[in-house]
């Protein structure tokens, strides 16, 4: 049965890359009505790296409010926070007994974040794929939609699932395809248009941010780097301009037109022009979410109420793969 599953990390605040590359296309899943959604904010893959405990709580709620006020309905999707299905952390486990130290060790993610000191690094963050294929396999997600970083933690769920297939003889956990589209999947710095915009880069400028307010957003698309070109007739002549592709992507991805439509209506305007009919366009899309993000983050005890509501359904999901994971492996079942 087909079934999209996807998670975000509630370590510091969402970026509009998660907006655009994850959140947006989250909401139009849902929307779609087609197949059943479930959404996860992953506080148990947050602690790879150390979180503060009081404001991990107040990340995850935060998130969860940003998951609300972007369009997530508790009633059309499940929502809930990882670590209160723990059916994650033990199908983590046996995929931690699954997967091979080769495949972890190849991991983009892991070798920077860990970087030269590895040593030093948490276990967690070195097994962080496998838990995050617990997180998929558990509801045996069939499709997961993620910006381009995930790509390659996406072929290592589908290797721990066929490996798995294969050691014991089944057919199963499903093939999850990912799903990478649309004009933003990989959203880029706005000070350095070759680096990923990111909730840890130190520079608050070179993102926006779910809580930003107006002005916020507005000073930061003025001051985004770019070239002193202007724009060009065709899709073509952004090739080697990354900042000004960059920014096309986004108008596109914020207003549902394609890159192509965004640079034929702006052909030949400069970056004077462009800029503030983005930060227009931003301010417009994103500024309706960050008020209502407010609004809820005022009844934290009803967040918590609708991520509990969710963990119930997607325990009664997870729980019976995870019995017949436990049969299949020959654990003794006895009460
Ligand atoms: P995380 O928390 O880093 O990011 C959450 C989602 O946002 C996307 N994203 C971006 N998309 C476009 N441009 C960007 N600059 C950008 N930055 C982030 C990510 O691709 C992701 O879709 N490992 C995951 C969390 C996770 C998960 C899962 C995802 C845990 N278990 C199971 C899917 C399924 C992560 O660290 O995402």
């Known amino acids: 049965t087909p079934r999209i599953f996807s998670g975000i990390q509630p370590s510091g605040g969402l970026t509009l890359g998660n907006y655009l590359g994850a959140l947006k296309r989250f909401v139009e899943k849902q929307d779609e009505g087609t197949t059943p959604t479930i959404y996860c904010l992953v506080d148990m893959h947050a602690i790879t790296v150390w979180q503060?405990?009081?404001?991990?709580?107040?990340?995850?709620?935060?998130?969860?409010?940003?998951?609300?006020?972007?369009?997530?309905?508790?009633?059309?999707?499940?929502?809930?926070?990882q670590?209160?299905?723990?059916?994650?952390?033990?199908?983590g486990w046996?995929?931690?007994?699954?997967?091979?130290?080769g495949?972890?060790?190849?991991?983009?993610?892991?070798?920077d974040k860990a970087g030269k000191n590895s040593e030093n690094a948490s276990l967690g963050l070195f097994a962080y794929p496998a838990l995050m294929a617990a997180d998929i396999l558990a509801y045996k997600a069939t499709a997961v939609p993620v910006g381009e970083d995930q790509k390659q933690h996406l072929e290592?769920?589908?290797?721990?699932?066929?490996?798995f297939n294969n050691d014991y003889g089944v057919d199963f956990f499903p093939m999850t395809?990912?799903?990478?589209?649309?004009?933003?999947?990989?959203?880029?710095?706005?000070?350095?248009?070759?680096?990923?915009?990111?909730?840890?880069?130190?520079?608050?400028?070179?993102?926006?941010?779910?809580?930003?307010?107006?002005?916020?957003?507005?000073a930061k698309i003025r001051k985004a780097k770019t070239d002193p070109e202007p724009l060009p007739e065709t899709l073509d002549g952004l090739r080697d301009r990354p900042e000004a592709r960059n920014l096309v992507n986004i108008y596109a991805a914020l207003s549902g037109?394609?890159?192509?439509?965004?640079?034929?209506?702006?052909?030949?305007a400069q970056f004077g022009t462009f800029k503030p009919a983005l930060a227009d366009l931003a301010v417009a899309k994103l500024s309706p979410i960050t008020g209502e993000m407010t609004r809820l983050m005022q009844d934290p005890a009803e967040i918590d109420r609708i991520l509990g509501e969710g963990a119930d359904q997607a325990e009664a999901i997870a729980r019976p793969v995870l019995d017949d994971v436990y049969r299949i492996t020959g654990m003794i079942r006895s009460r």
């Open 52 to 81: 503060d405990p009081e404001k991990l709580r107040h990340a995850t709620r935060e998130a969860a409010a940003g998951f609300l006020a972007a369009g997530i309905d508790p009633k059309k999707s499940i929502l809930f926070n």
């Open 103 to 111: 495949w972890m060790g190849r991991m983009t993610q892991w070798k």
């Open 177 to 218: 395809e990912p799903l990478i589209e649309g004009a933003a999947t990989r959203v880029m710095s706005l000070r350095d248009g070759t680096k990923k915009m990111s909730k840890s880069d130190p520079s608050d400028q070179s993102r926006i941010n779910l809580t930003d307010d107006a002005d916020a957003i507005a």
């Open 156 to 163: 290592l769920t589908r290797d721990i699932a066929a490996k």
């Open 257 to 268: 037109m394609t890159a192509a439509g965004v640079v034929a209506e702006y052909a030949g």
């Open 94 to 101: 046996i995929f931690n007994c699954v997967a091979r130290m």
């Open 83 to 91: 670590s209160q299905v723990s059916a994650h952390a033990e199908l």
